[in-house]
């Protein structure tokens, strides 16, 4: 039968002061991890918070901004974050597409798959420097390290705490082939984490990156970020259907997030629900995102039948299954059991 690693995600709204609180809550419930977004926080401040409050719980940046941010600074903070834990710690990693790289933070976005590849580089080098295993010496097309004195040198980690893992999370062939060259995990975006999707383009793209350079697939754990409808019945489950389809609608109206709908044969979608954008009627998104096209892409279930309905769509696709904890605490004690069936327990 097959098990997976199950991770949780978190509201990027919840306040700073309420992270502890609900990392303990996912570590209550018997998750393997934490999946901590950038959006309106800054994402190691976040998981520092999630980890001071936790004791085994990895904590994992899914994704932070690699192209916004110096290689050296990322460095000290993942070490700091992995040395502070424990090794529970994993560094995320992804581009974010040109608008925000571009607009919202006013830095280049040139290159971005080149850009992230020296950037993970970089951050490798930095580490390795930390642990004294070579000097700084790193060269690339975007990035030159090459000084770091004993005085800014970080003491080496233990032996026993587990230096941060590369993760990395994206959706288009090159970054894909990227990841299969360079992270020791990868994280499939909502909106591209059907199993056509993995089967068809993730996995494969993994896989060419991986033989490049004499790796194989099985070497990265694979955790997909898909959506979920779930609740406690049957009866509840409409809502969470329109909570959904509204998230869905706005995701999917993005560029770079068309390749599941172009699987199916739905490209035309993205360039509608863009146009309602344009013209500002962000209330009619969901109009357009139809039960066909919400019941393919997103599985349904409630909480006893979700490991039942995640074998049926996920089984040998992939490790690892980014599920919410419920809205409602009530439902903590429905998801519990199921999250250790997932994992075997």
């Known amino acids: 039968m097959n098990t997976f690693k199950v991770y ?5 709204r919840l306040p700073i ?3 502890g609180e609900h990392a303990r809550r996912v570590e209550a419930l018997g998750y393997d991890g934490l999946h901590i977004a950038e959006t309106v926080h800054d994402p190691f401040l976040v998981s520092m918070a999630a980890l001071q409050a936790t004791e085994k719980l990895v904590v994992r940046t899914s994704v932070a901004l690699a192209l916004v941010r110096s290689p050296m600074a990322v460095a000290y903070t993942a070490w700091d974050l992995a040395a502070l834990s424990g090794g529970r710690f994993q560094l995320g990693l992804g581009t974010q ?21 020296d950037h993970i580089g970089a951050v490798k080098a930095c580490w390795r420097a ?11 097309k975007n990035y030159s390290l090459t000084l770091l004195t004993p005085n800014f040198t970080p003491d080496a980690l233990p032996d026993d705490v587990a230096r941060p893992s590369i993760w990395m999370g994206g959706v288009n062939a090159s ?17 591209n984490s059907h199993p056509r999707y993995l089967a068809e383009l993730c996995r494969p793209g993994l896989e060419a990156g991986a033989k490049a350079v004499g790796r194989r697939l099985e070497d990265i754990e694979i955790v997909t970020g898909t959506q979920w409808i779930l609740e406690g019945d049957v009866s509840a489950l409409a809502d969470r259907r329109e909570h959904n ?15 599941t709908l172009e699987l199916f044969g739905w490209k035309d979608l993205a360039g509608v629900l863009r146009s309602i954008i344009r013209e500002n009627k962000w209330d009619e998104l969901r109009d357009h995102v139809n039960d066909e096209v919400l019941d393919t892409l997103v599985p349904q ?24 904890p419920p809205p409602d605490p009530k439902n903590d004690a429905l998801l519990a059991p199921a999250i250790a069936e997932l994992q075997g327990r």
């Open 8 to 12: 949780a995600g978190m509201d990027p």
């Open 17 to 19: 002061s309420a992270v």
């Open 97 to 117: 597409i040109r608008q925000h790289i571009e607009r919202r933070f006013g830095m280049a976005f040139d290159n971005p798959v080149g850009r992230l590849r």
């Open 130 to 140: 930390f642990d004294g295993i070579e000097k700084l010496n790193f060269e690339s």
């Open 175 to 191: 970054l894909l082939r990227a990841a299969g060259e360079l992270a020791d995990g990868f994280v499939t975006h909502p909106t």
């Open 245 to 259: 389809r509204r998230l869905l609608a706005f995701l999917y109206s993005t560029p770079a997030y068309e390749r």
């Open 301 to 324: 279930a409630t909480y006893d039948e979700l490991p039942r309905v995640a074998r049926e769509w996920f089984s040998g696709l992939c490790d690892g299954l980014l599920i919410a």
